[in-house]
């Protein structure tokens, strides 16, 4: 079936995507009654099951006083193992295919964060161990087809199913859309870190990996641009100005600081300025766990001092280039800038985003100038965030005015200490999932039964994320009621 992704996302309600979806999901779609049965796949249509994941819902879920967020953690935490996961082998070894939901691609940065939720529990389930080496080996596949594309075709020999074919770029077979975004490269350099931390396993890390982590960090020099710009172009045949680049497809005009350029956000949104901060921060971080890897599990200390000073010199530029004032003497970290002097302030629900720069290991959580760019991006001064009968919550252009996403009300759950400010978080996910069981890309400001993407796994594992985080942290508040 040959869709635009954007006329799948962008579709408000539940009706465009009921066939995507799976069967007892579609069931509790719209209904805006409580549902307390366990709305997962019956156990032979899912598509993996881990021992440790199911004694991990077992566990925390006892430890929830509303059944309501009980009955959504149930719901949500498991959805990428039960509904997104193809497995099978390539020459021999472990391959991992995940879709992101209702879209039959792999994104490298939703994959890497659909998983991420669960690599705590890898030491203890060798299928789930199985289940990170075939994605670790398959985003490396991925980037060595094409590291410029942002989402990927099961089928390397494919074309895209998306209604990309006619993108004014270098369509390559096996990709499904080929946006540039600096997130696409980091999240599997974060994800490989994270699995090597918990399992020590050098399984996946083999020189196929290597290769792909080269071209990554590669790309990510070339998109530097100091000696030209580079070979990266895109234009898309559509009237939104979200969905091409200006100048021949190169983008907006910058003067070159050693910051990566990137041509979209993680919103798969065309940037206005090239430089996106969150993503360079992001970059920054994301090299530095790399080199980790590369050390630690390959032995390869050139490799990894070579993306450590990479990793230091988009650093120094980014507290040279990449901040701006907050209008009231103080000092934020922009969205973006085009190295120029000029910034745009906002922030985008999506991660990388300015609110959620800790959960990328880009900024402690209590320091002052994340602290003063986060208190500024939930705030009217954010032109994307949005105040609601049903909740308040940052969105962004890609799905469009007075919808807020999920995501960010998670995010900030998340990197809160206040206790009040959770609560209310919890509140709102628990009353604006539209009766559906699951969360949404996102959902209208003064009516959540009219929301996008039914089956969006991203967010789903994000809110199972929250509550782990929250059974760790503030346990008393998981014994409380919303």
């Given amino acids: 079936m040959d869709l635009s992704r954007r006329d799948l996302v962008t579709g408000v309600g539940t009706v465009a995507l009921a066939s995507l979806l799976p069967a007892a999901a579609t069931a509790a779609a719209g209904s805006s009654a409580p549902r307390r049965t366990s709305l997962r796949p019956v156990a032979a249509k899912r598509g993996f099951t881990s021992k440790a994941v199911e004694a991990e819902i077992a566990r925390v879920k006892a430890k929830i006083a509303d059944p309501e967020i009980a009955w959504l953690f149930e719901n949500c935490y498991p959805n990428t193992l039960d509904t997104t996961v193809q497995l099978g082998e390539t020459d021999g070894k472990p391959d991992t295919f995940v879709i992101t939901g209702?879209?039959?691609?792999?994104?490298?940065?939703?994959?890497?964060?659909?998983?991420?939720?669960?690599?705590?529990?890898?030491?203890?389930?060798?299928?789930?161990?199985?289940?990170?080496?075939?994605?670790?080996?398959?985003?490396?596949?991925?980037?060595?087809?094409?590291?410029?594309?942002?989402?990927?075709?099961?089928?390397?020999?494919?074309?895209?199913?998306?209604?990309?074919?006619?993108?004014?770029?270098?369509?390559?077979?096996?990709?499904?859309?080929?946006?540039?975004?600096?997130?696409?490269?980091?999240?599997?350099?974060?994800?490989?870190?994270?699995y090597w931390t918990a399992t020590r396993d050098k399984a996946p890390f083999d020189s196929l990996w290597a290769e792909g982590m080269a071209k990554a960090v590669a790309t990510l020099r070339e998109q530097q641009r100091i000696e030209g710009p580079g070979p990266y172009r895109f234009q898309r045949r559509d009237t939104s100005s979200t969905e091409t680049l200006m100048l021949g497809g190169y983008g907006a005009p910058t003067r070159k600081v050693g910051l990566i350029h990137s041509g979209f956000r993680p919103s798969?949104?065309?940037?206005?300025?090239?430089?996106?901060?969150?993503?360079?921060?992001?970059?920054?971080?994301?090299?530095?766990?790399?080199?980790?890897?590369?050390?630690?599990?390959?032995?390869?200390?050139?490799?990894?001092?070579?993306?450590?000073?990479?990793?230091?010199?988009?650093?120094?530029?980014?507290?040279?280039?990449?901040?701006?004032?907050?209008?009231?003497?103080?000092?934020?970290?922009?969205?973006?800038?085009?190295?120029?002097?000029?910034?745009?302030?906002?922030?985008?629900?999506?991660?990388?985003?300015?609110?959620?720069?800790?959960?990328?290991?880009?900024?402690?959580?209590?320091?002052?100038?994340?602290?003063?760019?986060?208190?500024?991006?939930?705030?009217?001064?954010?032109?994307?965030?949005?105040?609601?009968?049903?909740?308040?919550?940052?969105?962004?252009?890609?799905?469009?005015?007075?919808?807020i996403w999920p995501m960010s009300i998670i995010t900030r759950a998340l990197l809160s200490d206040d206790d009040a400010v959770i609560r209310q978080c919890l509140h709102w996910l628990k009353t604006t999932h539209g009766g559906t069981g699951f969360m949404h890309e996102s959902f209208h400001k003064d009516d959540p039964t009219k929301f996008t993407r039914s089956w969006f796994a991203w967010a789903n594992g994000l809110f199972g994320d929250l509550i782990l985080d929250l059974e760790r942290r503030k346990p008393t508040l998981l014994a409380a009621t919303y």
């Avoid at 994301?286 to 032995?299: D, F, K, Q, Y």
Wanted: with cysteine; glycine share 8%.
């Fill in 268 to 403: 798969d949104d065309a940037c206005v300025f090239p430089f996106l901060i969150p993503s360079n921060l992001f970059a920054v971080s994301a090299l530095r766990m790399l080199a980790v890897v590369l050390r630690e599990a390959r032995g390869d200390s050139t490799a990894a001092a070579a993306c450590e000073a990479f990793a230091a010199e988009v650093r120094t530029a980014l507290d040279e280039h990449g901040k701006m004032t907050d209008g009231k003497g103080g000092e934020v970290w922009a969205f973006e800038v085009d190295g120029f002097g000029n910034a745009l302030f906002m922030d985008d629900a999506n991660v990388p985003s300015l609110s959620a720069l800790p959960l990328l290991g880009s900024a402690e959580r209590n320091d002052p100038l994340y602290r003063r760019t986060a208190a500024l991006a939930w705030s009217e001064r954010n032109p994307y965030f949005f105040k609601g009968s049903a909740a308040e919550g940052i969105g962004g252009p890609h799905a469009g005015m007075d919808l």
């Fill in 102 to 194: 209702d879209i039959d691609a792999m994104w490298l940065r939703d994959s890497s964060a659909q998983l991420q939720t669960y690599v705590h529990l890898t030491p203890k389930d060798a299928g789930l161990r199985r289940v990170f080496q075939g994605a670790l080996q398959r985003q490396a596949r991925c980037i060595l087809i094409d590291p410029y594309a942002n989402a990927f075709m099961k089928d390397p020999t494919a074309k895209s199913n998306l209604g990309a074919r006619t993108d004014l770029t270098e369509m390559k077979p096996g990709v499904a859309e080929r946006k540039w975004e600096i997130d696409s490269l980091c999240y599997p350099m974060r994800l490989a870190h994270a």
